[in-house]
């Protein structure tokens, strides 16, 4: 029976003393020693991004990945937990924890774990670490799981051009990054290069250090209902757990909304909207968390960098929704733009 341990940020002793008193499976002190009890298992752990599971996007992608090893390779899971307003010390107490737990391997979910990936993965050289999202730190048992959210950004692009009434669109971002930047770049390209007449509405929800803008629908509610009320009858949001106030104001408006990371339309937090998911950009979080599992468990773990793109079907664009498979003319759009990346004829730019 599939058992997972969660933990949030209490300090690293209660952390450990929770995962060691639920958590089965080896353990190790990053130099190699195990349990008896079950020697060759193997335990994988996942610490959840700004907004944690839930957020119907990127954290519930990453435990996607993580029920499927346990279900299908035998894996023993935990899952933590980010606290409001944590900072670097957090997140070293919190991998520290599940490393110390014998987790192996330890992945972090979103490029706010670089800097704490980088110091421990220093403490424990036999633990691989997954850091997703960011190639800043690297080191021999850091894997770098990262994707050209750009590429799918810029399908979404070309589907919002096509689906728009009003030319107009719009593109909401949690917090102003260079990541979020790569999703707004691609959709606006795919947008211009489609209808250079159209009018591409971009908000940011907050600025770092403040990365509300990932985890309150509230703001995204807000941010989607001025763009609506501009003439944007298509809006693309990049926000995490905020992207879902997004999609309420754009359904409720009878608008087109398009979902980021995970297939929005399946989503069952989002299920009252879901006529008006149009599409979502997908990334596969899920593969990238279940292939580093499967590559510990096979003794062959990734490091360094482990791309996700196009071509592979690393990203892409969600058909869940009859309705878009019914827009013909956009689906073309759609396919010949994808074939013109994957071909090279269209290189997607990375910054807007």
Same mark, same amino acid.
């Given at each position: 029976?599939?058992?997972?341990?969660? =933990?949030?940020?209490?300090?690293?002793?209660?952390?450990?003393?929770?995962?060691?008193?639920?958590?089965?499976?080896?353990?190790?002190?990053?130099?190699?020693?195990?349990? +008896?009890?079950?020697?060759?298992?193997?335990?994988?752990?996942?610490?959840?991004?700004?907004?944690?599971?839930?957020?119907?996007?990127?954290?519930?992608?990453?435990?996607?990945?993580?029920?499927?090893?346990?279900?299908?390779?035998?894996?023993?899971?935990?899952?933590?937990?980010?606290?409001?307003?944590?900072?670097?010390?957090?997140?070293?107490?919190?991998?520290?924890?599940?490393?110390?737990?014998?987790?192996?391997?330890? /992945?972090?979910?979103?490029?706010? #774990?670089?800097?704490? =990936?980088?110091?421990?993965?220093?403490?424990?050289?036999?633990?691989?670490?997954?850091? /997703?999202?960011?190639?800043?730190?690297?080191?021999?048992? =850091?894997?770098?799981?990262?994707?050209?959210?750009?590429?799918? +950004? #810029?399908?979404?692009?070309?589907?919002?051009?096509?689906?728009?009434?009003?030319?107009?669109?719009?593109?909401?971002?949690?917090?102003?990054?260079?990541?979020?930047?790569?999703?707004?770049?691609?959709?606006?390209?795919?947008?211009?290069?489609?209808?250079?007449?159209?009018?591409?509405?971009?908000?940011?929800?907050?600025?770092?250090?403040?990365?509300?803008?990932?985890?309150?629908?509230?703001?995204?509610?807000?941010?989607?209902?001025?763009?609506?009320?501009?003439?944007?009858? !298509?809006?693309?949001?990049?926000?995490?757990?905020?992207?879902?106030?997004?999609?309420?104001?754009?359904?409720?408006?009878?608008?087109?909304? =398009?979902?980021?990371? +995970?297939?929005? #339309?399946?989503?069952?937090?989002?299920?009252?909207?879901?006529?008006?998911?149009?599409? +979502?950009?997908?990334?596969?979080?899920?593969?990238?968390?279940?292939?580093? /599992?499967?590559?510990?468990?096979?003794?062959?773990?990734?490091?360094?960098?482990?791309?996700?793109?196009?071509?592979?079907?690393? !990203?892409?664009?969600?058909?869940?929704?009859?309705?878009?498979?019914?827009?013909?003319?956009?689906?073309?759009? !759609?396919?010949?733009?994808?074939?013109?990346?994957?071909?090279?004829? /269209?290189?997607?730019?990375?910054?807007?």
């Amino acid at each position: 029976m599939r058992r997972i341990t969660r =933990i949030t940020t209490v300090g690293i002793a209660s952390a450990a003393l929770a995962l060691s008193a639920t958590a089965c499976g080896k353990s190790s002190n990053g130099s190699g020693s195990s349990s +008896s009890s079950s020697a060759g298992a193997t335990k994988a752990a996942i610490a959840y991004d700004i907004g944690g599971r839930g957020d119907q996007s990127f954290n519930d992608a990453a435990y996607e990945g993580l029920k499927k090893a346990e279900d299908e390779l035998g894996v023993k899971g935990a899952e933590a937990e980010p606290s409001a307003g944590e900072g670097d010390a957090d997140k070293v107490q919190r991998l520290t924890a599940l490393a110390r737990a014998g987790n192996n391997p330890v /992945i972090g979910v979103g490029f706010a #774990y670089a800097p704490a =990936i980088e110091k421990v993965a220093k403490q424990f050289p036999k633990t691989t670490f997954g850091l /997703i999202d960011d190639t800043s730190k690297t080191g021999p048992n =850091i894997a770098n799981l990262v994707f050209n959210e750009e590429q799918g +950004s #810029y399908l979404a692009g070309v589907a919002a051009a096509k689906a728009s009434k009003t030319g107009t669109v719009g593109f909401i971002g949690g917090v102003e990054v260079p990541l979020i930047k790569k999703f707004e770049a691609g959709f606006t390209q795919g947008v211009k290069d489609t209808n250079p007449k159209a009018k591409v509405l971009t908000q940011y929800l907050t600025q770092p250090p403040n990365f509300d803008g990932f985890s309150k629908p509230d703001l995204g509610k807000a941010a989607a209902q001025g763009q609506l009320d501009k003439g944007a009858d !298509v809006i693309y949001a990049a926000a995490g757990l905020a992207g879902s106030g997004a999609i309420e104001a754009t359904a409720t408006a009878g608008k087109w909304a =398009i979902g980021v990371d +995970s297939d929005q #339309y399946n989503q069952k937090g989002l299920a009252k909207y879901k006529d008006h998911i149009l599409t +979502s950009v997908t990334k596969d979080v899920s593969d990238s968390v279940y292939n580093l /599992i499967k590559s510990v468990k096979d003794g062959k773990p990734q490091s360094g960098e482990v791309r996700y793109g196009l071509a592979t079907d690393g !990203v892409g664009l969600a058909t869940s929704n009859p309705a878009y498979s019914s827009m013909t003319e956009m689906v073309a759009a !759609v396919d010949k733009a994808k074939k013109d990346i994957v071909d090279g004829k /269209i290189t997607v730019k990375t910054a807007p």
